[in-house]
Structures are given as structure tokens and as C-alpha cells.
């Protein structure tokens, strides 16, 4: 396996677990309630982007023998999207603890999973950023973007139980600031490889 597409897999897959939403603040609820009910919706969402990822790759067949240039509006879409996001995640606040989440962790599976498949941050993600990352770096990534979803669903839930619960908000400013650097690199990063295919460089 390529490590640099790995890491890069990696990198993107931090970009697209951490930064705060709706399903965050799903884990962050069902966590108070316990781990694995956290890991539980966690592990939902990453079914969701497991199927969304084999969408997405079905979809760069298709797009792959229309000439590489056609990528470039999803390559400035997937700029755009993060630097929207990037935006929004340094103005918004931690997402309020307690509220909502009772049931058995099967439950907070089947909610992670329909919430990833109708999340709009997921399957913008995918369709823009996801598509552009596969034919920026090949589908070696899928590794290292699995790795970083499994890591961050098991750590976060036990930071939500360890640290939240005496209201200390050191943590959600260290994702804060993650959030916001990651997704404003890639927003910069996908912009600039789209100028390049709109210019016949690659």
C-alpha cells in the first residue's frame, strides 16, 4: 500500500469524523449514557460511510473515462464544501450535553447508520471531497480513512464520559482547532488541484 495515500486517507478520514454535527452530537448524547452506546452509534455512522464510499466508487467508474478534466468541478466543489465547513465549525459552539439518547446500543447503531445515510455533511462529503480524494489519490486511502472513523468512535465516546461530564472544554477546543485547520488545507488543496486540471497541468 501507498503510505503517503494512507496517510492522506487517514488525514481525510480525521476530516470527516471529527469536525462537530449532527452526528457528533448523536454520539456525544447516547456517550453520556455509556460507551458503547456511543461506539454504538459511532459504529453506524461508519457503515454508512462504508456504503457511501462504494457509491462514490461506482460513480468514478463511471466518471473516470470522461478525460480528467471533468473532475475539476468536483475538485472546487470539495474546496468549497471545506471551507464552508471550516467556516461554520470556528463559529459554532461544544453541542449540549444530555437530552435524548435512551435505548440499547443496537438502537444507537440503527440511528447512526440512518443518520449517516441522510446526513447532508456525509454524502456531500462523498459526492464532493470523497469523488475528489479518490482521484487524487487513488482508492489506497480507503485504510487509513477507516482507521481514523474507528478511532475517532472509540475515543471520542470516552472523552464525552471522561471529560464532559466535569464540563471541561479542552477537548472540544482541541477539535475545534484540528477541525478548522484540516478542512481549511483541504479546502485550499482540492481549489488549487482543480486551477491545475482546468489548466491542462495534469
Do not use: C
Not at 457528533?24 to 452506546?37: E, K, M, P, V, Y
Amino acid at each position: 500500500m501507498n503510505f503517503a495515500s494512507f496517510i492522506g486517507g487517514l488525514i481525510l478520514g480525521y476530516s470527516l469524523a471529527v469536525p462537530p454535527g449532527p452526528m457528533n452530537a448523536l454520539i456525544a448524547t447516547w456517550s453520556l449514557r455509556g460507551f458503547r452506546h456511543g461506539f454504538a452509534v459511532g459504529a453506524g455512522a461508519m457503515s454508512a460511510d462504508f456504503i457511501l464510499m462504494l457509491l462514490t466508487l461506482l460513480l468514478y467508474g463511471v466518471l473516470a473515462g470522461l478525460g480528467r478534466q471533468f473532475f475539476a468541478p468536483f475538485h472546487v466543489a470539495g474546496g468549497l464544501f471545506f471551507l464552508y465547513l471550516a467556516y461554520k465549525i470556528g463559529r459554532a459552539g461544544p453541542p449540549a450535553e444530555g437530552g435524548g439518547g435512551g435505548g440499547r446500543p443496537l438502537r444507537g447503531y440503527l440511528l447512526g447508520l440512518s443518520l449517516g445515510l441522510v446526513n447532508p455533511y456525509q454524502v456531500g462529503w462523498w459526492l464532493t471531497a470523497g469523488l475528489s480524494a479518490i482521484a487524487q489519490f487513488g482508492v489506497e486511502w480507503a485504510a487509513g480513512l477507516f482507521l481514523a472513523i474507528l478511532t475517532w468512535i472509540t475515543t471520542f465516546p470516552a472523552a464525552v464520559r471522561a471529560g464532559w461530564r466535569l464540563n471541561n472544554r479542552l477537548t472540544w477546543l482541541a477539535i475545534k482547532i484540528f477541525s478548522v485547520a484540516v478542512l481549511t488545507a483541504f479546502g485550499i488543496l482540492f481549489i488549487y488541484a482543480a486551477a491545475r486540471l482546468m489548466l491542462g497541468e495534469v
